[in-house]
């Protein structure tokens, strides 16, 4: 008889069984350290000077990682059974990822005594390739996965930084499947978790998940896939349970969720809501501002009693039940008022609980969002074993034009900054490297949180924005792929003509050309096969479905695209265009630039959710197609660029899956604020 998949234990902790001791292979570092010899042994962000934050070693790892990754998602689209969408059952098989990280979190990751000497994971508690990946994606978004480890389980912190090395190292090289583990390794993960090893590739009707009811906590048998995409991978779940007959569904487990977490605050003054940890005013943890935030959303009297239970039926086990609750606890009498948005404080606490998972983010969807940067990745070749041999001189660039991006922030003023491909790629990398990310509070002021839901609207101005201020701080163009940059004011011509008009004196004539001087080859590269790394990140902007201002906006790039080009023709005709433009411009012929995005693009990147009807609930009415994606920079000012785009077209953003904002609620991105370095553990809910 098929025995289900049981859920995590919050309680039962078994004995933590010994490692086999066969000696398992061998783990060194997949690197040589002579991949960083060129590297300067510093770099200067703002008024400070620092060794590198990140070394082209650390990115050869993550991009093995990356391809590995990849390669694991081509292996389920290939397995797809007959009849199923490929797309489907990747988002089926990241559904039984996150389940299974979840069970490694709270059975093994816990475990930090296993750490050894040197701080790195000991390669016994090394999880399998999926949770792996379900892990990577947690640890980018910094903000979230700090607060989780503050406020819900202190073993993510006590894990420290990713384990990129030893992650590396259990990769083959060349065929980026995972290497055979050891027994021990095996031995530990399935003796914990109660999961085989060996990835799902392929989920049955058989396969099943043991859930409680959130009215009678009965145990309930369920299965992952079921007709009418009604299993609990699937985007139509509902079950009846077997004992109380109760209809519940992700949206249910959700509810519940909140309500446990606000009776235990009811009862346990140390303990938190999510999205309450993080000052939004310093970006720091700040454990007095979370339990006033806490009690100003609990301290609504108007149920008879403070039990989840009563707590769930009250809300009628709907969101829209919650938010209205919170409303008149943080707002009283205003919460009636029609109209009245609700307070960003609410809507950044109502967007941790959209996901069933005791986390913070919805992972499933964040995965999605990862996987596009990752095909970026893959298209420049940069996870092929053999693609940078003796030459790591794209490495090295990139390491240098992160440390320049860093730099960056410090003179932007609260502007958004949006990296190219190969500063993303650094970025990321940082991330994961978490202890020395949160120490860019010495430079920066803040932690930068890595936010990927952006509308592609903002994104494109603040991209402009980004590419000039770079210019002007470094004296070179930020990016070389074909995208042409905004046109300087010098070859822009006023509104009334005055340049145009004063320019008819006589026929110009062609000045000798002067060559192309590359003053910073650290951080640009005149040549073309260098060229594509350093566009635009796109990988996770937004666009809204069926809206007016996003078509003009559309029309409006386009234009503004064919006026750069027109533009730069002219002055090349007459030998007057500036060389590093000329050499761009060459590039734009056979360049898709990266705003707008076509429809068709978007649609194609990211299918997945909507193809299979995996949305799972949503408090919101409104759905997001065909997300292009970018990530970007948010640190210092409450309101910038993209706030108060946001502002004027009044939607708010979401993500592809489980949708972070409503419709009318202009608020919420102003919330996602950053959180900065904190001592100590504080309670959890």
């Given amino acids: 008889m098929h025995r289900p998949e049981q859920p995590p234990s919050y309680q039962d902790k078994p004995a933590f069984p010994q490692p086999s001791p066969a000696a398992p292979p061998s783990y060194d570092a997949p690197f040589s350290s002579?991949?960083?010899?060129?590297?300067?042994?510093?770099?200067?962000?703002?008024?400070?000077?620092?060794?590198?934050?990140?070394?082209?070693?650390?990115?050869?790892?993550?991009?093995?990682?990356?391809?590995?990754?990849?390669?694991?998602?081509?292996?389920?689209?290939?397995?797809?059974?007959?009849?199923?969408?490929?797309?489907?059952?990747?988002?089926?098989?990241?559904?039984?990822?996150v389940y299974r990280?979840?069970?490694?979190?709270?059975?093994?990751?816990?475990?930090?005594?296993?750490?050894?000497?040197?701080?790195?994971?000991?390669?016994?508690?090394?999880?399998?390739?999926?949770?792996?990946?379900?892990?990577?994606?947690?640890?980018?978004?910094?903000?979230?996965?700090?607060?989780?480890?503050?406020?819900?389980?202190?073993?993510?912190?006590?894990?420290?930084?990713?384990?990129?090395?030893?992650?590396a190292a259990l990769v083959d090289p060349v065929s980026l499947l995972p290497v055979v583990p050891s027994e021990g390794r095996v031995t530990l993960f399935e003796s914990r978790t109660g999961q085989s090893y060996d990835c799902p590739i392929i989920t049955q009707p058989e396969d099943t998940i043991s859930l409680k009811c959130p009215v009678c906590s009965h145990n309930n048998v369920i299965p992952w896939i079921a007709p009418g995409q009604r299993g609990f991978a699937q985007g139509h779940f509902s079950a009846n349970c077997s004992e109380c007959k109760f209809l519940y569904n992700k949206e249910s487990l959700a509810v519940q969720r909140f309500c446990d977490d606000v009776e235990k605050c009811y009862t346990d003054k140390s303990l938190f809501l999510a999205g309450t940890v993080i000052d939004p005013s310093t970006g720091a943890a700040h454990p007095d501002l979370a339990r006033e935030l806490t009690e100003l959303i609990i301290n609504a009297r108007t149920v008879p009693s403070v039990s989840s239970l009563d707590l769930a039926r009250h809300f009628n086990w709907k969101f829209s039940g919650i938010e209205e609750w919170m409303r008149i606890g943080y707002m009283g009498k205003r919460a009636k008022i029609a109209g009245l948005a609700t307070p960003e404080a609410l809507n950044r606490v109502m967007s941790c609980y959209d996901s069933y998972a005791p986390f913070s983010i919805e992972l499933e969807s964040a995965i999605q969002r990862q996987s596009t940067f990752v095909d970026q990745v893959y298209r420049l070749r940069w996870t092929e074993h053999d693609r940078f041999g003796q030459d790591n001189g794209d490495l090295i660039r990139a390491v240098a034009r992160y440390h320049a991006f860093l730099d960056l922030m410090t003179v932007s003023n609260g502007h958004f900054v949006v990296p190219t491909i190969d500063i993303d790629l650094a970025w990321h990398t940082h991330q994961l490297l978490c202890v020395s990310y949160r120490d860019l509070h010495t430079f920066l002021g803040v932690v930068p949180d890595h936010d990927d839901e952006v509308d592609e609207t903002a994104l494109a101005v603040a991209y402009d924005e980004s590419a000039e201020a770079w210019q002007e701080r470094f004296g070179v163009p930020y990016s070389v792929c074909g995208c042409l940059p905004p046109r300087p004011d010098s070859e822009k011509e006023s509104r009334l003509g005055f340049s145009s008009l004063f320019s008819r004196k006589g026929k110009s004539k062609a000045t000798t050309p002067e060559p192309l001087i590359n003053s910073r080859p650290d951080l640009v590269s005149t040549s073309t096969d260098d060229a594509a790394e350093?566009?635009?990140?796109?990988?996770?902007?937004?666009?809204f479905l069926q809206d007016n201002r996003t078509?003009?906006?559309?029309?409006?790039?386009?234009?503004?695209?064919?006026?750069?080009?027109?533009?730069l023709q002219k002055r090349m005709e007459k030998g007057k265009a500036e060389k590093w433009r000329e050499l761009v411009a060459v590039r734009a012929l056979q360049h898709v630039p990266a705003f707008p995005r076509m429809a068709s693009q978007q649609e194609s990147e990211h299918s997945a959710n909507l193809k299979d009807g995996s949305l799972p609930f949503s408090h919101s009415s409104v759905y997001?197609?065909?997300?292009?994606?970018?990530?970007?920079?948010?640190?210092?000012?409450?309101?910038?660029?993209?706030?108060?785009?946001?502002?004027?077209?009044?939607?708010?953003?979401?993500?592809?899956?489980?949708?972070?904002?409503?419709?009318?609620?202009?608020?919420?991105?102003?919330?996602?604020?950053?959180?900065?370095?904190?001592?100590?553990?504080?309670?959890w809910a």
């Fill in 624 to 683: 997001g197609a065909g997300m292009t994606s970018s990530c970007q920079a948010r640190f210092d000012q409450a309101r910038g660029a993209l706030e108060n785009a946001i502002l004027q077209s009044n939607i708010m953003i979401f993500g592809a899956s489980a949708l972070r904002g409503r419709v009318n609620n202009p608020g919420l991105f102003s919330a996602w604020s950053n959180a900065g370095p904190s001592q100590g553990v504080y309670g």
């Fill in 101 to 167: 990280f979840t069970l490694w979190v709270e059975h093994i990751a816990n475990v930090a005594s296993k750490l050894n000497e040197k701080g790195s994971m000991a390669v016994a508690l090394m999880p399998p390739i999926d949770v792996m990946m379900v892990w990577h994606t947690y640890m980018l978004n910094p903000h979230t996965y700090f607060e989780d480890g503050l406020r819900l389980n202190s073993g993510l912190l006590a894990l420290g930084s990713f384990p990129l090395s030893q992650a």
């Fill in 534 to 543: 350093t566009h635009p990140s796109t990988h996770n902007s937004i666009t």
């Fill in 34 to 97: 002579a991949v960083n010899s060129s590297l300067p042994n510093h770099f200067v962000i703002g008024s400070r000077t620092t060794s590198p934050l990140v070394l082209p070693s650390d990115l050869l790892s993550h991009l093995r990682l990356l391809g590995a990754f990849r390669k694991l998602k081509e292996e389920v689209h290939r397995k797809a059974q007959s009849g199923t969408d490929r797309d489907g059952s990747w988002s089926i098989f990241l559904a039984r990822a």
């Fill in 551 to 567: 078509e003009a906006f559309t029309s409006e790039r386009r234009e503004e695209n064919s006026d750069r080009v027109r533009s």
